[in-house]
């Protein structure tokens, strides 16, 4: 018993002592919170006043020059031929140019095949038409016979009145009626059998005939052999000598050196800015509207002038685009350096593959604006800065070309100022500010909050 309360008495200083761990705690926690409360951030004063939105702005300009619209397409050849012989046989020469790349004249002969078995045909067909020629002379000599005969017959005839006729005789006169066989009279008319006529025609028809084959055969001779049509670089070749070849078998192709094509598709819209792009459908005439085709080519971009043809005879019925063709003589000229000539080097020739941008004059109004996309906004309006407020004016828009809009406007004026970031709520009138004078770069409208889509649509 006496234990028992001594260790009741040593658990008294423990209990003490956590109770005093305890308070020291929450002390500390109300010292800490009474310090942060002391230190927080003072409040300011009142909020100023709201304050009209900040706008970006841009000025316009009224020009008059002429608008340049843009496209892209792939150079081609404006001629392209498949090369084929019309005669059949082993191939005895190929001419060294005639190989991929190189540049060959009007009338070179490119290939050859042998031509022994076409020279004898040619040759006995040539001894046909001498043949033929001395049967028509044959058959001449007969029939000038035939009529000596007859006026012979026929001066005897009118000197005796009747005669019996030897057997050649006999084919110019013609036996008294029934029962009167005895006489006989001079046919009027005597056939063309009987003067030999038929016979020259036949041997004038037989010499027609065999002067064909001779014909046929000599240019049976002439296509063993097959030429350049025009000048032009061979595309492609499939033949060798020693090789057979069908007649009518291709086995390469050539293009026009002197012409290259670009077909550019473009919207409707942009396509009937160009002037006269219809005229190859309507009068078979080229177009003639200047134009010009860069490519980019060893780190600089090279031009060529070229013509616009027109427009192909058909709407795409997928893109509802309309190919216009452009056309660029002597395009194996080297082309000038519109930028980055210093590390390109030597000048490159236009050839066919090339991916393009053609440049177009387009027919231009006598003023017009340039204005960023995003500067139009819905109903085909801007928005202009008119005295600090928004005052909405109504434009047509003449072009759509990359980031900008060529529009006109009778209410809209050179040098004014439009809105070109977003603004949310927009009502005419409403006052906004431009940020003009700031020594900071102006943001936007966004930082009012919110935003209008700002009508751009692609060309």
Do not use: C
Not at 4 to 17: I, L
Not at 20 to 44: C, D, E, M, S, T
Not at 176 to 185: I, K, M, S
């Amino acid at each position: 018993m006496a234990e028992d309360e001594t260790d009741a008495q040593d658990d008294v200083p423990d209990k003490r002592k956590w109770r005093l761990i305890a308070l020291g705690v929450l002390l500390a926690g109300v010292a800490i919170a009474a310090a942060l409360w002391l230190l927080r951030p003072q409040q300011q004063g009142e909020q100023p006043p709201d304050r009209p939105p900040l706008v970006s702005v841009t000025a316009v300009e009224q020009r008059s020059e002429p608008i340049r619209l843009t496209g892209q397409g792939t150079v081609r050849p404006a001629s392209q031929v498949g090369l084929a012989l019309e005669v059949g046989g082993r191939v005895a020469w190929v001419n060294p140019s005639f190989r991929e790349g190189e540049r060959v004249r009007r009338g070179e002969t490119l290939a050859r095949i042998e031509s022994a078995d076409y020279a004898s045909r040619a040759e006995q067909a040539r001894a046909e038409v001498e043949q033929a020629r001395v049967e028509l002379a044959q058959a001449k000599e007969a029939r000038a016979t035939r009529h000596e005969e007859f006026e012979r017959l026929r001066e005897r005839l009118a000197s005796d009145g009747s005669l019996t006729p030897d057997p050649i005789e006999g084919d110019f006169v013609r036996p008294g009626e029934a029962g009167q066989e005895e006489t006989t009279g001079l046919a009027e008319n005597p056939s063309a059998l009987a003067l030999g006529q038929p016979q020259v025609d036949a041997a004038e028809a037989a010499l027609a005939g065999a002067r064909a084959r001779f014909e046929s055969a000599r240019r049976n001779v002439a296509r063993t052999r097959i030429a350049a049509p025009f000048d032009a670089v061979v595309r492609s070749k499939s033949v060798e000598r020693g090789q057979f070849v069908q007649p009518g078998e291709v086995f390469g192709q050539l293009y026009d050196a002197g012409t290259l094509e670009v077909a550019v598709p473009l919207s409707q819209r942009k396509a009937a800015l160009i002037p006269r792009v219809f005229a190859p459908v309507t009068s078979g005439a080229a177009s003639g509207v200047p134009a010009e085709v860069r490519v980019d080519f060893g780190g600089a971009t090279w031009a060529w002038d070229a013509i616009v043809e027109g427009a192909e005879g058909a709407i795409d019925p997928d893109t509802r685009t309309l190919e216009v063709v452009v056309r660029v003589a002597s395009p194996l000229r080297g082309g000038r350096a519109v930028s980055g000539a210093e590390a390109a080097g030597e000048a490159p020739p236009l050839l066919p593959g090339f991916f393009a941008d053609v440049g177009f004059l387009a027919r231009t109004p006598p003023a017009y604006f340039t204005i960023p996309r995003d500067a139009l906004r819905a109903e085909n309006r801007v928005w202009a800065v008119r005295e600090g407020r928004i005052a909405f004016v109504p434009v047509t828009v003449v072009a759509r070309e990359g980031p900008k809009l060529y529009v006109t406007g009778p209410k809209l004026r050179d040098g004014e100022r439009i809105v070109t970031g977003d603004l949310p709520s927009v009502i005419e009138g409403m006052e906004v500010r431009t940020g003009e004078g700031r020594t900071t770069p102006a943001i936007d409208a966004r930082e009012s909050g919110g935003k209008e889509p700002a009508i751009g649509g692609g060309a």
